[in-house]
């Protein structure tokens, strides 16, 4: 059975980081794209970061570059969020999720597995 599990997620004032995690099992996902979206409440679910199966190329939403990091560690079969200077606009639950074998994706559609989601919620 597959599974995506995210964690790290938590309360921070406005300012400070978070470090998320995700954890794949089941299956090894080193050829996949793996990718983090967000959703706030009642908004829809909307793309935040993605990165290719080597960790060679990776893709922002405008409203995170160079403010989050993303990174994968294929040997733990694990991708990464860091997250700095947060702002209240973040607050959200973010999701993990695989994708398509090879490069960089950025629509919820092309991605076929899904975590069960992280709850971050920024103070100002």
């Known amino acids: 059975q597959v599974q995506l599990v995210e964690s790290g997620g938590g309360l921070v004032q406005a300012g400070g980081s978070l470090r998320l995690s995700c954890a794949a099992s089941?299956?090894?996902?080193?050829?996949?794209?793996m990718g983090w979206f967000r959703q706030a409440p009642g908004k829809e679910r909307e793309f935040v970061a993605a990165?290719?199966?080597?960790?060679?190329?990776?893709y922002y939403a405008e409203s995170v570059k160079g403010r989050f990091t993303i990174s994968r560690d294929n040997a733990k079969n694990t991708v990464y969020l860091q997250m700095n200077s947060l702002k209240p606009e973040d607050t959200a639950v973010y999701y993990c999720?695989?994708?398509?074998?090879?490069?960089?994706?950025?629509?919820?559609?092309?991605?076929?597995?899904w975590g069960q989601g992280t709850q971050v919620t920024v103070s100002s």
């Open positions: 999720a695989a994708g398509p074998e090879g490069g960089v994706a950025t629509y919820l559609y092309e991605y076929d597995y």
């Open positions: 089941g299956r090894t996902f080193n050829r996949d794209a």
């Open positions: 990165i290719s199966w080597s960790g060679g190329s990776t």
